[in-house]
């Protein structure tokens, strides 16, 4: 059994939904070597890596296994977007049950037809999740639904467009679930005989939304503000902050073999926030059993650190003669 302790950074699942032409693909292209399952076919005037348009559930499924099982350059794939994948699931369960729409199907049970499909998607996405360590971004439109809270009355609030089982799946998977709108503000004017008439004005301030509210579900795992514009390089800054405010790091400790031998070193799983370690300079020389920080020396050998071998982040093998930068999920 392995045990780990404090914050592991990886890369992201993140869901984002909104209205439509507000940005949703833009905003996703601008991802880590982004690499778009395309199934609206609305690509065509962004500058990014796109599969053929496609129009079944197998091909998604083919091309999600492509990307599992072969070498490439993309650190995230794009789904673009899962309403429409939603469309292409309910298209194959008509198909295979002989019937137009969903609804024909006898005792309301369509829906739940869906539901393996989905189930299959989410395991192919998280496949690509922690094997490939590729980010993972969904892209939905929004639609407006009843919402029933139990303990008040019922009111309208945004959700992705996508029937609520398959929604409820993939809210739960994801690290982060945004809604984006555009900013709207409303002004009222007396217009006397006891008439008020309420104007919408702004329209565009486009804002991401992190946090749930009345209006609409979202959720992240960031401690983000709970509105930020719609701007990758917000995001992206704000994962940077999360990960150095709650750094974890392994220590290193320096032992010696013999009277003669030279002094190797070893991992091992104590950490430390970075704010307590000390700072040691390449080239300083360390008495056997000193620890340091793995964010500043990458490597010992014969109590010496070298500066060439400074990572920002490193696994040290247990000879001490060799050390290796972990990639950054960003």
């Not at 019937?99 to 989410?122: F, M, Q, R, T």
């Not at 008495?287 to 964010?295: F, I, P, R």
């Amino acid at each position: 059994m392995k045990i780990r302790s404090g914050i592991q950074p990886r890369p992201r699942r993140v869901l984002l939904y909104g209205i439509h032409g507000i940005g949703k693909g833009v905003w996703a292209s601008n991802a880590p070597k982004p690499i778009f399952i395309n199934l609206e076919d609305g690509l065509g005037d962004i500058d990014c890596d796109k599969t053929d348009p496609i129009s079944s559930f197998r091909e998604v499924s083919e091309s999600l296994d492509w990307l599992a099982s072969n070498d490439h350059p993309y650190r995230s794939v794009v789904i673009d977007t899962i309403d429409w994948l939603d469309k292409l699931i309910q298209k194959d369960v008509c198909n295979s049950m002989g019937v137009s729409v969903l609804a024909d199907i006898d005792w309301g049970k369509g829906n739940a037809k869906c539901v393996p499909y989905w189930e299959w998607h989410v395991k192919q996405l998280d496949r690509l999740w922690k094997e490939k360590k590729m980010m993972i971004i969904l892209l939905a439109h929004a639609k407006i639904e009843k919402f029933s809270p139990p303990d008040n009355d019922s009111y309208d609030r945004y959700s992705p467009a996508i029937h609520k089982v398959a929604n409820s799946m993939l809210q739960e998977w994801c690290d982060e679930v945004f809604f984006t709108n555009y900013k709207i503000y409303t002004k009222q004017t007396d217009e006397g005989f006891n008439r008020i008439r309420t104007q919408a004005v702004g329209g565009k301030e486009r804002l991401v939304y992190t946090s749930e509210s009345a209006a609409s579900f979202a959720k992240n795992r960031l401690n983000l503000p709970s509105e930020i514009p719609l701007d990758w390089s917000v995001y992206e800054s704000g994962m940077r902050s999360f990960y150095q405010q709650n750094k974890t790091e392994s220590k290193i400790i320096v032992n010696t073999q013999a009277d003669d031998g030279p002094i190797t070193s070893k991992l091992v799983t104590e950490r430390y926030q970075p704010k307590a370690a000390e700072l040691v300079p390449a080239g300083a020389e360390l008495a056997s059993g000193d620890a340091v920080g793995v964010d500043v020396v990458g490597i010992v050998v014969n109590g010496t650190s070298r500066p060439e071998e400074q990572l920002a982040r490193a696994s040290v093998s247990a000879e001490g003669d060799q050390a290796y930068e972990d990639e950054s999920p960003f």
